[in-house]
């Protein structure tokens, strides 16, 4: 018997579901949490999930595919497109494929390429989470892309490439999240010190989570003392 083809309605419905397996839900919209194992057996069932949209090459590190669309409008470097309607080096950051092995590295090519390219490393969306939604997102809670590494997928390599390009680590979300991954906390930490003359000025803009600020001064104050520690011997 003949497959037939997906209607657009159909992949289009199929591709948001795929993304929602990628992205947490407050960048998809999506209720469930992002399962990057699912999403890769979905695309590994359609392998040309992705093809044609240089939005979708984001979400799996498609360097190749990232700079043809480059090339052909460097404008997109900075303009939020695709399904979601994310920013190309924030669709990079934030997929949660960074945290499969064989994803990694293809993921920090390609946000290394963007950023050479000239994306801005301070692109930004805003929570899609309840009361907020893919059409009409929540703008009392942005999200930054520095936060996709910090807070997100915890990625120390990917927190440091974007902070030594000149991301804002004042975002609300990253130095407190990064505490449930050491090795992200220390270049947030040196981050926040350049941007705060002592320690007293320390502190998260505007907090959403119960405890931002308090996390943020304690991790501020254990790098301290183990750089004076290591200092010391």
Same mark, same amino acid.
């Given at each position: 018997?003949?497959?037939? =083809?997906?209607? =657009? ?5 199929r591709?948001? *579901?795929?993304?929602?397996? $990628? ?8 209720? !469930?949490?992002?399962?990057p194992r699912?999403?890769?057996? $979905? ?10 949209d ?5 979400? $799996? /590190?498609?360097?190749n595919a %990232?700079? %043809?669309a #480059?090339q052909?409008d460097? @404008? ?18 934030? @997929? ?11 993921? *920090?090519e ?5 950023i050479a ?5 301070? +692109?930004?969306?805003y929570?899609?989470?309840p009361? /907020? ?10 999200? @930054? &892309?520095?936060y996709?590494?910090?807070? #997100? ?5 990917? &927190?440091?490439l974007?902070?030594?390009? /000149?991301?804002? =680590? !004042? ?5 407190? *999240?990064?505490?449930e991954?050491?090795?992200? #906390?220390? =270049?947030?930490? /040196?981050?926040?010190?350049? *941007?705060r003359?002592d320690?007293?000025?320390? +502190? $998260? ?8 600020? +308090?996390?943020? #001064? ?9 750089s ?6």
């Open positions: 018997m003949e497959v037939q =083809p997906d209607s =657009p309605n159909e992949r289009a419905d591709v948001l *579901h795929w993304l929602g397996l $990628i992205y947490s839900g407050d960048v998809s919209g999506s209720m !469930n949490a992002a399962n699912v999403a890769l057996r $979905i695309r590994a069932e359609s392998p040309d999930l992705a093809a044609g240089p939005y979708l090459s984001c979400a $799996i /590190g498609d360097e %990232l700079r %043809l #480059t052909a460097p @404008s997109w470097l900075n303009r939020p497109g695709g399904p979601l309607r994310l920013p190309p080096l924030f669709a990079v950051v934030h @997929s949660a494929l960074l945290r499969v092995a064989e994803f990694r590295e293809r993921l *920090h390609s946000a290394k390429f963007l390219a000239g994306a801005d490393v301070n +692109q930004r969306i929570s899609r989470w009361p /907020g939604s893919l059409s009409n997102p929540d703008e009392r809670c942005p999200l @930054s &892309t520095l996709g590494a910090a807070g #997100t997928n915890r990625d120390a390599a990917l &927190t440091k974007l902070l030594e390009a /000149g991301a804002d =680590p !004042n975002d609300g979300e990253s130095l407190y *999240h990064s505490l991954n050491p090795d992200c #906390t220390p =270049p947030l930490a /040196g981050a926040w010190r350049s *941007h003359r320690e007293r000025d320390l +502190q $998260i803009a505007r907090p959403r989570r119960c405890g931002a600020a +308090q996390a943020a #001064t304690a991790a501020w104050r254990r790098s301290k003392r183990a004076a520690k290591s200092a010391a011997e």
